[in-house]
């Protein structure tokens, strides 16, 4: 460790820590902006928890020992919950630190969130995927910063950006130029690749990619450039991340890029010059439609134990302004000096502290709750609707999006604290779960870490899909059967009215006959627990070889007070 760069304390010198730690619980502050954008009242979402910090990330990475450590003396310190923004490859549970410590964590009584990853769009990128943890995937805010781009014929693409220096002068067109002319890495406007008699005074459009977004500005801007603009590659999208810039300059979505270089193209064929301006207006709030789930948040299915479905839910996680230490510059980039208290950020890391803050003030109202029953008021109180009253968008292609991208949904606090039911879990549920997971007595002793590897109550939970998990999830392989089928078992625990009388609306997923029995469960008293049956019953469908199909649907309990919801998936999987 070079201690002139870092200090062998829980002192911040990313960022990282001291955005994700005052989501979960900072106190109330006003004003707060970053470079006079998103100006308001700050806080976090349990502003009078009390936070401790264990530093388990250096210049160097995150050691398995580091958090393994740091979960044990937290547990020790009676920590309520732990939040965890920090995620690997998905690996079997007694290979994956994280999962270890979690168990150990969640054994004691302590609520485990941790981020899902920023690998989306694309499916089966969820990390953290343990049944154990609370798995956090990144949603949208109605809140924007545009910054649009100004075209010389007076088209206009859409953009984002954080820019709070000096702007570009107002009504003047700036030469545009793409650096990809001129090669691969100066597409990606990377390290000493522009060369400054091509981009002097003018607007230098640069391709994601390899360094960060806000140190691809340092290079235009160290070459003489004037501008940038930062276009998606088709991977990303349309999903747009608002930087803190250090020259003028914004983001645009994959169809904005395109319409850019068409743009640039069709001038020079015309000899005519490609010119531009960035316009930015600030900050704009009631953005509709919103929450959207952000591009980067990672998907499901879950590629470890695809019965439990992940991510769990999604938080906010798309331009979160929280604090940032006074030592950094609010871009990351070294050569900038600018100073700010606040930074805006985005990334499942910072969803998953929204959780973990909820948490905390779920765990305060009610004491006696284990961390499967917070995660499960979390679960089937969240929604899927978003604030025009639509289903909830994906941001990346603007398309309706899935239980895979949000789990059960975005959640929602105010239903979360009074759930009605509960699905609770034990550690034995957890061992069970293993054994019929098929890991060995061994591997089960090193996620467990005592002699508790017993499988003999396995056989009577019947499968892994028989975890008493809020949501539930059936997986098919159609080895040439024409109809195929499964059940699970639910246990619910009433924490809402003493005398409540819960009836049952099943959406069956397309092409799929489901039963439940009881349709009704009669509770006399709190903390009484009732079983239900769920029969799932399918078609063989036609697939080609290595391919699946997903249908979704919900089974839903309600009194007259609470609405307790559970995603059903069935999916069909053709064998190679």
């Not at 980039?333 to 950020?345: A, H």
Request: overall charge neutral.
């Amino acid at each position: 460790m070079n201690d002139t760069l870092e200090s062998r304390s829980p002192r911040d010198s990313d960022g990282h820590g001291t955005h994700t730690a005052s989501i979960a619980a900072g106190r109330y502050v006003f004003p707060a902006s970053t470079m006079g954008y998103a100006r308001g009242m700050a806080a976090g979402m349990a502003p009078k928890a009390r936070l401790a910090v264990y530093k388990v990330c250096w210049n160097a990475g995150c050691y398995d020992s580091d958090i393994l450590a740091a979960f044990d003396a937290a547990v020790t310190d009676g920590v309520d919950v732990i939040s965890l923004s920090v995620g690997g490859a998905v690996v079997p549970y007694h290979l994956d630190a994280i999962a270890v410590g979690a168990f150990g964590a969640s054994e004691a009584g302590v609520f485990v969130s941790a981020s899902a990853g920023n690998g989306g769009p694309g499916g089966l990128t969820v990390t953290n995927v343990a049944p154990w943890v609370t798995t956090v995937g990144a949603g949208t805010i109605d809140r924007d910063f545009p910054a649009d781009v100004m075209l010389g014929n007076g088209k206009v693409i859409g953009g984002v950006s954080v820019y709070g220096g000096p702007g570009l002068t107002p009504s003047r067109l700036y030469p545009l130029v793409y650096a990809g002319s001129d090669g691969y890495s100066s597409s990606l406007c990377l390290e000493d690749s522009l060369d400054p008699k091509s981009v002097r005074g003018k607007i230098v459009v640069c391709d994601r990619g390899v360094n960060s977004r806000a140190a691809k500005g340092e290079v235009v801007k160290k070459a003489g450039g004037v501008g940038m603009i930062l276009t998606n590659g088709p991977f990303d999208g349309e999903g747009l991340v608002a930087d803190c810039h250090v020259l003028p300059a914004t983001s645009v979505g994959a169809g904005g890029g395109d319409e850019l270089r068409r743009y640039m193209s069709l001038a020079s064929q015309l000899r005519s010059p490609a010119t531009a301006t960035i316009i930015f207006k600030g900050t704009r709030l009631g953005i509709k439609p919103a929450p959207k789930v952000a591009s980067f948040s990672a998907r499901g299915p879950n590629p470890e134990s695809p019965e439990i479905l992940k991510p769990d839910v999604i938080a906010p996680g798309l331009n979160i302004l929280a604090a940032w230490p006074s030592t950094l510059a609010p871009s990351g980039v070294p050569s900038d000096e600018r100073r700010s208290e606040f930074n805006i950020l985005s990334g499942t890391s910072m969803a998953c502290p929204h959780v973990s803050g909820l948490a905390a003030l779920l765990k305060a109202a009610h004491p006696d709750w284990s961390p499967a029953a917070i995660r499960s008021a979390l679960i089937t109180t969240a929604y899927t609707l978003d604030n025009g009253g639509g289903p909830m968008l994906d941001e990346s292609n603007a398309n309706v999006s899935s239980v895979f991208d949000y789990g059960a949904g975005h959640v929602h606090p105010d239903s979360a604290i009074n759930p009605g039911l509960v699905y609770d879990i034990s550690t034995y549920d957890y061992v069970d779960f293993l054994c019929n997971s098929n890991y060995t007595s061994h591997n089960i002793r090193v996620i467990t870490r005592n002699q508790a590897s017993d499988c003999s109550g396995a056989k009577r939970a019947g499968h892994s899909g028989n975890l008493n998990y809020p949501s539930l999830s059936a997986v098919f392989q159609q080895y040439g059967k024409q109809h195929m089928s499964t059940h699970f078992i639910r246990t619910v625990t009433n924490v809402g009215d003493p005398n409540s009388l819960y009836t049952l609306t099943i959406a069956p997923p397309p092409g799929t006959e489901v039963t439940v029995e009881p349709d009704t469960l009669a509770f006399r008293r709190l903390g009484q627990k009732l079983n239900f049956l769920v029969r799932v019953q399918t078609r063989a469908v036609k697939l080609s070889p290595g391919s699946s199909t997903v249908k979704t649907g919900s089974i839903v309990w309600s009194d007259t007070k609470h609405t307790v919801t559970s995603p059903l998936v069935v999916t069909m999987q053709q064998p190679l």
